[in-house]
């Protein structure tokens, strides 16, 4: 459009959240707290994410950084980032990563919310350019205020989220996320260094035309699996696999479509971790009108019982539809 310079730029994240906490009578503004710290956190990996060619091309002679530090793989360096954002906004006092197998205690005792997140998933992609994403889940901790968190904190199970989210850097970065009332999408502007609204309220096509999964893994699928892979092809679907989770998912929400990460015979459990890679995408899923399964049995991602902070589970998600029609396939096969 002509007028395009004209159209004003709208709500910044942070005045959305002010609005919202005033919409709760209850709200303290902790958990708003937390999310702008988490958005900081999306900022700062986002100009590390931006400018990886350059830092990749320093490593490569072998530099250090001025406390003598090597230069870290990204992946690292967006775990530091995120850890140090939420210990210094003072909201979490635990964190879960999946780039560290210990729970990180922030030394935030007096903070209500635990945190689980992937800092940088897709890293297999960031030498090649390809879009990557940041995954988070937020619990309000089972243990007392004023102790250091507990494996049970994070060990609630899905439904038990208060709020999840993800940060796409893609070619433009998004932070998109639930607080259990509706999903939200927000653009970066970086030259404003501010998130706005682009996507007041997200829902799920039912429906959608595209599949996404490593056909590559295609004869260790299960048959159900094939037999629905097989049905979207004889119906012409596309085929899309980024092989960055947040992007396929991202896609999905936006399209519809599924996407998938089956049990093999060699990887009952998949590969993607339950809780903050499957829970997150499962709980913005079921808010903006999708669904998701771990296997044939028809499951809810969300009804799967925790026993273990890095455990895997096999990921059917997207649109309802397809979901449906996939785990039907298995039941009628059984
Ligand atoms: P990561 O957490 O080690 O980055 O692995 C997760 C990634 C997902 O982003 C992606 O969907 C999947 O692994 C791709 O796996 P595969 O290469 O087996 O298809
Ligand atoms: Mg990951």
Redesign the pocket.
Known sequence: PDNILAQPVGTTLERYIMRKQSEFAFATGELSQLLRDIALAGKIINREVNRAGLSELKGAFGTENIQGEQQQKL?VVANIRFIRALKNGGQACAVLS?EEDEIIQTGNNQGKYVVAM?P??????IDVNVPI?TIFSIYRRVSPVGTPATREDFLQGGRKQVAAGYVLYGSSTMLVYTTGHGVVGFTYEHSLGEFFLSHPELRIPQDGKIFS??E??WFDYPEFVRTYLMECKRKGYNGR??????A?YHRSLLMGGI?M?PPTEKKPQG???LLY?CYPLAFIIEQAGGAAVAGADNTAVLDIVPTDCHQRSPLFIGSSHMVEKIVAGATEKA
Do not use: P, T
Request: hydrophobic share 20%; proline share 0%.
């Open positions: 992946d999946e992937d940088l998933d897709g890293s297999a992609n994403g999964c490593n590559g893994h696999y980024v092989g960055s989770l947040v396929d996407y990460y590969k993607l971790r890679e």
